[in-house]
Structures are given as C-alpha cells and as structure tokens.
C-alpha cells in the first residue's frame, strides 16, 4: 500500500493525501514494529519495516516543511493514545487501541477527500490493498487470539472502506465513467 501512494504521489501529485494520516501510518507501523519483536513475530516485523521507509518517502514527497510539525503531532497522539495505555495495561490492551487511533488518522484523510478540489493523489487500489493487507493481519491475529489486535483490524478495515468509496466517488475517471454509463442506461430505458 505504501510503495503504491508513493508511486502515484510521485506520479500524479500528492493532492487530497493528509499528512496526518501519513504520518500517523508511520508512527503506528513503529509501534507494530516494537509489538512485533514482543509477539517474537517475524511476518509483523518485516510487513511493517518494510512499508516505513514508503510512508516516510509520501511524507517527504508532500514536503518537509509542510509536514514536520504533523509529524510532531503524530507521535504526541500516539504516545498519549497507544504508548501510555501499553504502559498501564499491557501489549494487548495498547494493540486494541491502535484501532481507535486508526480512525481518527483517517479523519483527515476523510475530511481532505470531501473538502479538497481534487483527490487525484489518493490512490484507490492503495487503499484497497490495505483493507485487503489488513484482512489478512485480521485472520492472523484471531489465529493467534490476539483479541486487542483483532478488534484494531476490523475498525480500521471499516474506515479503510469509507476512504475507498470517497475516493473513487471524486476521482475524475470515476466521474466520467459513471456519466458514460447513466447516458448509456438512459438511452436503453427510453
């Protein structure tokens, strides 16, 4: 998913992506790093090494200037809302907040979709490989009964969903798309 929205942000533009979910992406993949070396799980360890540096790379693509006080912010939110509550109660209990925290990532995202005048640089496939991706770690976790994590995916899967449907709703292809095929039903019908 990461390696896609940098190729398109580099292709089309990074237009409609939010920095704040970006960067939250990347502080909640540190997280799942450190979670994955506790669990002693090399699939977890390398899904989420691996898909930093592209994070990292959409970040800098959108700007450093105009990211780097979201990334300060991102990590406040996560070592208030996932950190501190794995301090208090344990790996499983932070892993089930990483849901609640995925949601308010993909606010931004939600709110830049409906406002900003193009979301071209919001990758739809990106998405749709994540909620896939994401499908795939849901299966692993309840394998593993590992209920916090579990309940982190179906939450994030869910809003991955509602960024998918914006998105293709707004992407100017769509659009055209679905004109050809609403003058094509009318013409059929009459």
Do not use: C
């Not at 070396?37 to 360890?45: A, E, G, N, Y």
């Not at 939110?77 to 109660?89: D, E, R």
């Not at 919001?122 to 499908?135: D, E, H, I, R």
């Not at 770690?137 to 593993?144: D, K």
Request: charged content about 10%; hydrophobic content about 55%; cysteine-free.
């Amino acid at each position: 998913m990461a390696a896609i929205q940098y190729r398109r942000a580099k292709r089309v533009g990074v237009d409609g992506i939010s920095p704040l979910t970006e960067s939250m992406f990347l502080m909640v993949g540190i997280f799942f790093m450190a979670y994955s070396l506790i669990l002693h799980s090399v699939p977890l360890f390398f899904a989420t090494m691996f898909s930093a540096p592209f994070q990292l790379a959409v970040l800098l693509a959108i700007g450093w200037s105009k990211t780097w006080r979201t990334m300060l912010g991102a990590l406040a939110i996560v070592t208030f809302a996932i950190v501190l509550p794995t301090a208090l109660w344990g790996w499983n209990v932070g892993a089930g907040s990483v849901g609640f925290v995925m949601v308010f990532t993909r606010l931004p995202q939600i709110v830049d979709l409906i406002r900003m005048p193009s979301v071209e640089g919001v990758s739809v496939v990106s998405w749709l490989l994540s909620s896939v991706n994401l499908g795939l770690w849901l299966y692993y976790y309840g394998y593993h009964h590992d209920t916090g994590a579990a309940i982190s995916m179906v939450i994030t899967i869910t809003s991955n969903l509602l960024i998918v449907v914006i998105t293709a709703l707004r992407h100017r292809h769509t659009k055209e798309l679905l004109a050809r095929l609403s003058s094509r039903f009318s013409r059929d019908v009459v």
